[in-house]
């Protein structure tokens, strides 16, 4: 029988390997959003999950071979995206929801994001972005 010593040490094992697992996707969330990053297929097709699914602010849905094509057509000189309020929470111990308002110019959006994880790599499985009203 283990003892509350090591149940608590495994515990805050667990919380610390949670918070960096947290942190890299939120790493990698910021990246996706950098011009740097949306202009380059080959990162796209790393952080991209071959089932992912985008439903835009506009309410288009896209899947991974449309999103990879409009990213590729984007101008990059195109205003930066910004990202405010940027949050993650662990659903499962393989799976990260992320949450963030994005701004583009005027455009202001609120954006949730599924981060899984598989084969020891974080893959964007599932993106959604909700118009917002301008602040």
Do not use: K
């Not at 610390?16 to 740097?36: F, M």
């Not at 796209?44 to 439903?55: M, P, R």
């Not at 954006?111 to 972005?129: E, F, I, K, N, P």
């Amino acid at each position: 029988m283990a003892d509350q010593g090591s149940i608590g040490r495994r515990a805050r094992a667990a919380a610390q390997e949670s918070d960096r697992d947290l942190e890299a996707v939120l790493a990698l969330e910021r990246e996706l959003q950098s011009g740097e990053c949306r202009g380059d297929p080959g990162r796209l097709d790393e952080l991209l999950a071959a089932d992912f699914l985008e439903i835009g602010a506009s309410g288009r849905v896209w899947d991974r071979s449309a999103i990879m094509a409009l990213l590729a057509e984007e101008d990059s000189a195109a205003a930066p995206i910004e990202l405010h309020d940027l949050a993650a929470r662990a659903l499962l111990p393989d799976l990260v929801q992320v949450l963030w308002v994005s701004q583009r110019e005027e455009q202001r959006a609120a954006r949730t994001s599924l981060w899984r994880r598989a084969d020891g790599a974080w893959r964007l499985v599932y993106h959604q972005g909700t118009p917002r009203a301008q602040a």
